[in-house]
């Protein structure tokens, strides 16, 4: 079917959907640091799995609907594949350009939702230092939350999507201007009556975001940037990682685009539900510099595929990497437990897992792929996907720059997310897991 795609005349593909140009010959766009790759074998995987499991990305560029996409896979903390294809800016829908920049694996992207994975354990740190508890009501650190019903709700129920303020009402026309400005954000959000808390999940696409960075500033006196860079990034040697970016790293950062069928207004409809905005507005405001100088936790992180897959590779290994320790085990114990039964999300309309922070795998498939149940990470808009599994001791980093909500791309996506199960071969023996575990915390 890809094949069929690239020969479709432009003009007439146009039509139907939004796609990037894809060359003939996609090793003219591909960037792969070979020389980092570890050998396969070396990690109980094969060459022909990692072929495979490379075809599938090659797969979903073909069909045009990501411009650029960067792929990092850690098994045994050891990096396997480490590589880019497309382009960072220059050759999106309406973005042809003789000034294209290749897409690498030291790329930034913005992670969207992804962030709130990454956000979250900001709060478990602080419950770890015994500066709140998450079974604390929000509103006993921040006593403006409280109005309105809001009184009762904890930050458990923050941070596992059921404090029951999932979305805030902008009209159009001021989207940008509150979003970008939290203070005002928050200013609404806490004069806001919550609906039923406690009772359902309900996606916080961006909401709970700027509560927990409120909560972070209150207790520890500092910016959340700032706390987030000396006590996370900054051990970690993770230089991009962090939320909106500098001046320097948002220059460098892919620009997102558009692609996909060309479904607006059922997927619109679905998009104002989840997030509260329209795709082609929610993409406008991601590449403009203003979004990057704010601080939006639940979306605007930007990072490398590499830096995702080493913070993942921390939790993997009990919070620890490279001999720095940022996390204490039972932190992230604490912050991958599932929250309660599996119920269909009132804002996502999809059956989804929650930890205190994270989306959850599931059986016979899930977000991470088939038989993932102990698979624990983020989804990002739109086709983000970072995890860790540690039945496979893999941590994985898909970083995408297109943004649809249908597209050819599906199935290819699929057999990603089954090939890196099928080509990853979980450890078996419990205490062998745990083996590998303890190796990789050295």
């Not at 923050?158 to 999932?166: N, R, T, V």
């Amino acid at each position: 079917m890809f094949t069929l795609l690239r020969h479709v005349p432009r003009s007439l593909r146009r039509l139907v959907d939004d796609a990037a140009v894809v060359p003939a010959n996609l090793a003219d766009v591909t960037t792969s640091y070979s020389t980092e790759e570890a050998d396969p074998a070396s990690v109980g995987m094969t060459a022909d799995g990692v072929d495979a499991i490379w075809r599938s990305v090659e797969q979903i560029y073909a069909t045009g609907m990501h411009p650029g996409i960067s792929l990092v896979l850690r098994r045994h903390g050891q990096v396997v594949m480490k590589r880019a294809i497309g382009h960072a800016s220059g050759n999106g829908p309406d973005d042809l350009s003789d000034d294209k920049v290749a897409m690498t694996p030291d790329t930034p992207v913005c992670l969207f939702s992804a962030s709130k994975a990454i956000a979250a354990m900001l709060v478990h740190l602080l419950s770890e230092r015994k500066q709140i508890s998450l079974l604390d009501p929000v509103s006993h650190y921040i006593p403006s939350f409280g109005q309105n019903g809001k009184r009762d709700i904890s930050i458990y129920q923050l941070l596992c999507h059921k404090a029951g303020i999932p979305t805030l009402a902008l009209a159009d026309d001021e989207v940008e201007d509150v979003m970008l400005h939290p203070r005002a954000l928050l200013a609404r959000l806490y004069a806001s009556a919550p609906d039923r808390p406690g009772q359902h999940h309900a996606y916080h696409a961006l909401t709970a975001g700027y509560v927990i960075a409120d909560l972070v500033e209150t207790v520890s006196g500092q910016s959340f940037r700032r706390f987030f860079r000396e006590n996370v990034a900054g051990p970690l040697g993770l230089k991009t990682m962090g939320f909106g970016a500098t001046k320097t790293i948002a220059e460098r950062v892919a620009r997102n685009y558009v692609t996909g069928l060309k479904v607006s207004l059922p997927g619109n409809l679905y998009l104002e539900r989840a997030i509260g905005m329209k795709l082609e507005s929610a993409v406008t405001l991601s590449n403009e510099p203003a979004f990057y100088r704010a601080v939006i936790p639940a979306g605007n992180g930007v990072a490398t595929a590499d830096e995702c897959t080493r913070f993942f590779q921390c939790l993997l290994n009990g919070g620890e990497l490279d001999g720095v320790r940022v996390f204490d085990p039972l932190t992230v114990r604490r912050s991958i437990v599932e929250v309660g039964k599996p119920e269909i999300d009132r804002s996502l309309l999809l059956p989804i897992r929650y930890s205190a922070g994270m989306m959850l795998g599931t059986r016979p498939w899930g977000l991470f792929g088939p038989d993932s149940d102990r698979s624990y990470g983020h989804l990002g808009f739109t086709n983000n996907l970072i995890w860790a599994d540690p039945d496979r001791d893999i941590s994985v980093a898909v970083l995408t720059t297109g943004k649809l909500i249908l597209g050819p791309h599906a199935p290819y996506l699929l057999g990603l997310l089954n090939n890196i199960s099928r080509h990853c071969p979980k450890l078996g023996d419990p205490e062998l897991r745990a083996g590998h575990s303890a190796a990789g915390m050295h």
